[in-house]
């Protein structure tokens, strides 16, 4: 656990001595900024966190490869992975070390969005368990986004291989909802449970349902163990 | 402290190392030396278990460095061939990131930061970012990391490479210092380097160990032959290489540059005088003789091209 923590520590560090934690943050409260200016400005808007938590949920998919590209590509095509890996460390630990500080950032970028509802609980009066469900979703998205970035940089050296890779699969599952309609029942029913789209609906209008909850914590703990294997078979090349 | 039986690495169908055989006694300094590509980072490799081997087994302080690889991986100090540092980390907490990964508490990471910096010469800049640092800087901070955790081995490939020769002295008698405390492998395909850090050893070549010993016996071993060089000034006679040949003792004569001829006598005997009376008589006009000595170099080319002309 310690050596999880170190390399979470380390990885957390260098995302705010780089440019890439502020970039991240402006971006991601820039957009979502915007987003709710315009939704409580519009005449009879309510106090209603439903449409900025999509947002939140899609920027967070947008953000996640820039952030994860580079956690496990840039130590293989720098060659830092040999002196990192002749460590006492296991494998699964540089894994969830790496996770561990990517989800530090996306937590730090929910924080600063803590802003919204609490700017709308001074003019209204917002729901917050509706909120709290909110940002259980968006955690739990982000936690299988990351994971997902994560294993994309597992498989290439390459940071913009990873990258695209991580928007290949992460927009495939967002957009998968859409064959729900288009489909046959049975293809639609299948396509609408595994969609990320179609999981965080609950979420988004304040349901906290286990269904979601077990997809989005199997599909994180299935790409850390595809990425912890990737890396184990790295070892054997 | 490090002992291989049989290690064997195939990267898909090419064969990097077969059935290398080594051991490195306790406080020992042995060079591993071997032309580019002829496995040695790939045996260092499996020695820090950073890859596993394809067949046989190797072990590091006691510990397979397969079945019990955080074991043997705690006692080795490792500086890899490319020893590519996070650069964008300081050179403390660069040592303090590897101290927590190796389980170093606060108190002894504090101790051995100090004696590592100070002893790796970096005492003047701790907190320098590691990207701008110069290659040798960062060379002395891969060094700094492999003796962080006191390991009782350390296995260091080729460590002097893209410094400058001030450096390089440096970093020799740092390894040299070394000796006794540590058990210590380097790899190395820089031959003087060998000669003058390593008690003992051990040549690699297209994967396989073709010799083994000190550096010493090595070139004594080797030795077939005496050879003198004679360098001519009024050679016209077409005929040197053959008349020298006539002389008793005399093996072989080898053109070695204008005027110059390498002449390989028996072992043991001394045709110096012989040689130069012929010459003198002749008229060839002397202007050098002397005997030749053999480097590890000539060894190893030796050894070498001897494992290619066999295959």
Redesign the interface.
């Known amino acids: 656990m ?2 999880v923590l ?2 979470a520590g ?1 990885e957390l560090r ?1 995302y705010f ?2 440019p890439m934690a502020y970039v991240i943050l402006a971006f991601y409260l820039g957009i979502c900024g915007l987003v709710f200016a315009l939704s409580v400005s519009a005449p009879q808007a309510e106090a209603d966190m439903a449409g900025m938590f999509h947002t939140m949920v899609f920027i967070a998919l947008i953000i996640t490869p820039v952030i994860t590209m580079g956690l496990l590509s840039q130590e293989q095509a ?3 992975m ?9 494998d699964a630990e540089v894994v969830m070390g790496k996770y561990l500080g990517a989800m530090g950032l996306f937590v730090i970028v929910l924080i600063g969005t803590l802003e919204f509802p609490i700017m709308m609980s001074r003019y209204g009066e917002p729901d917050w368990n509706a909120i709290l469900a909110g940002y259980i979703g968006v955690l739990l998205a982000g936690m299988a986004f990351m994971a997902i970035g994560l294993l994309a940089s597992s498989i290439t050296a390459s940071q913009i291989a990873a990258a695209v890779i991580g928007y290949v699969i992460l927009l495939f599952l967002w957009l998968i909802g859409w064959l729900a309609y288009a489909a046959g029942e049975q293809v639609g029913n299948v396509a609408q449970h595994v969609s990320i789209l179609e999981n965080f609906q609950d979420f988004a209008m304040g349901i906290i349902d286990s269904r979601p909850i077990i997809f989005f914590l199997s599909l994180t703990f299935f790409a850390l163990f595809v990425a912890v294997r990737t890396i184990e078979n790295r ?3 | 402290m490090i002992s291989c039986e049989g290690l064997t690495k195939f990267y898909g169908n090419h064969q990097a190392i077969a059935d290398v055989d080594l051991h490195v006694g306790e406080g020992e300094i042995v060079g591993f030396l071997g032309p580019n590509a002829a496995g040695k980072t790939t045996t260092m490799r499996i020695l820090t278990s950073y890859i596993p081997p394809s067949a046989g087994r190797a072990e590091v302080a006691g510990h397979d460095v397969v079945t019990e690889s955080l074991d043997s991986r705690r006692s080795i100090g490792y500086l890899p061939e490319t020893s590519t540092l996070y650069r964008d980390m300081r050179v403390t907490q660069y040592l303090r990131f590897c101290a927590g990964l190796r389980g170093m508490g606060r108190a002894e990471t504090n101790e051995r930061l100090d004696y590592v910096l100070d002893i790796c010469g970096l005492q003047e800049r701790p907190d320098d970012i590691i990207g701008t640092l110069s290659l040798g800087f960062r060379q002395r901070v891969g060094l700094a990391q492999a003796l962080l955790h006191d390991p009782p081995v350390l296995i260091l490939d080729e460590p002097t490479v893209g410094l400058d020769p001030n450096q390089i002295i440096e970093v020799r008698d740092l390894i040299k210092s070394l000796a006794g405390d540590y058990t210590v492998m380097l790899s190395t395909h820089i031959l003087p380097e060998a000669q003058m850090t390593c008690e003992r050893v051990i040549i690699i070549n297209h994967g396989r160990i073709i010799a083994e010993d000190t550096p010493q016996n090595l070139t004594a071993q080797i030795r077939q032959a005496e050879t003198i060089s004679i360098t001519l000034s009024d050679a016209r006679d077409d005929n040197v290489e053959r008349r020298l040949l006539d002389l008793s003792d005399v093996v072989a004569v080898r053109p070695a540059g204008p005027g110059t001829y390498h002449v390989d006598t028996a072992v043991g005997s001394d045709v110096r005088a012989q040689v130069a009376q012929f010459v003198v008589e002749r008229g060839w006009g002397l202007l050098e003789l002397r005997p030749v000595e053999m480097t590890l170099e000539d060894v190893f080319r030796q050894l070498t091209t001897e494992e290619e002309g066999v295959e």
């Open positions: 310690r050596n170190t390399i380390k260098s001595v780089s720098t060659g830092s040999e002196l990192l890996m002749t460590n006492p460390v296991r070892r054997t090349i």
